[in-house]
T-cell receptor
Framework: DAGVIQSPRHEVTEMGQEVTLRCKPI?????LFWYRQTMMRGLELLIY????????DSGMPEDRFSAKMPNASFSTLKIQPSEPRDSAVYFC?????????????FGPGTRLLVL | QQPVQSPQAVILREGEDAVINCSSS?????VHWYRQKHGEAPVFLMI?????EQKGHDKISASFNEKKQQSSLYLTASQLSYSGTYFC?????????????FGGGTRLMVKP
């Protein structure tokens, strides 16, 4: 299996621009997670989906952030408008709901820099 | 609620042992251990589900105490490749599901 796929791997944008991050989970997995990682705040869960339905979005920082999962093989995380404090590495992870312990497998991440 | 990891950082010489602890104030459903190398994604190491459980592979093992509030990761005869940041992720028993809360991480550096 190709594992979790994320794109782009790197993104540099200017403050105020819209940023869209993409994720393809492992085939057959039915849970998807978006995380943000910074030196200051560590690894934070932003939102997660089970069977394409958002379950918990309490970690989403504010209304500028939105996430969608239109089907089982694709999800997006959008930031509009972006701000310098959004600079971070954004990881997508997937797991099999009901699998043993529901181990999460992480994608390679998207490094976002907002100038 | 975020689990507490200790120590925050440790430096070892190749061949030395290390223990990393992960503690929660509440009983847990599961503990997951991950290792992240610089510039890479976290990689799953192992999961513990049962109180009193011990498991491992190669020279990396972990335990889960009977009360299911603390887990320890054991690295024996450390190798250079063990360097990285180790995270525990926990799922509370009262809200068992698939949502992990990660600890702050333990930075491990193994020197020749």
């Amino acid at each position: 299996d190709a594992g979790v796929i994320q794109s782009p791997r790197h993104e540099v944008t200017e403050m105020g621009q819209e940023v869209t991050l993409r994720c393809k989970p492992i085939s057959g997995h039915n849970s998807l997670f978006w995380y943000r990682q910074t030196m200051m705040r560590g690894l934070e869960l932003l939102i997660y989906f089970n069977n394409n339905v958002p379950i918990d979005d309490s970690g989403m920082p504010e209304d500028r952030f939105s996430a969608k999962m239109p089907n089982a093989s694709f999800s997006t995380l959008k930031i509009q408008p972006s701000e310098p404090r959004d600079s971070a590495v954004y990881f997508c992870a997937s797991s099999l709901l009901g699998g043993e312990g529901e181990t999460q497998y992480f994608g390679p991440g998207t490094r976002l820099l907002v100038l | 609620q975020q689990p507490v990891q200790s120590p925050q950082a440790v430096i070892l010489r190749e061949g030395e042992d290390a223990v990393i602890n992960c503690s929660s104030s509440k009983a847990l459903y599961s503990v997951h251990w991950y290792r992240q190398k610089h510039g890479e994604a976290p990689v799953f190491l192992m999961i513990l589900l049962k109180g009193g459980e011990q498991k491992g592979h190669d020279k990396i093992s972990a335990s889960f105490n009977e009360k299911k509030q603390q887990s320890s990761l054991y690295l024996t005869a450390s190798q250079l490749s063990y360097s990285g940041t180790y995270f525990c992720g926990t799922v509370p028993k009262e809200n068992a599901g698939n949502m992990l809360t990660f600890g702050g991480g333990t930075r491990l550096m193994v020197k020749p």
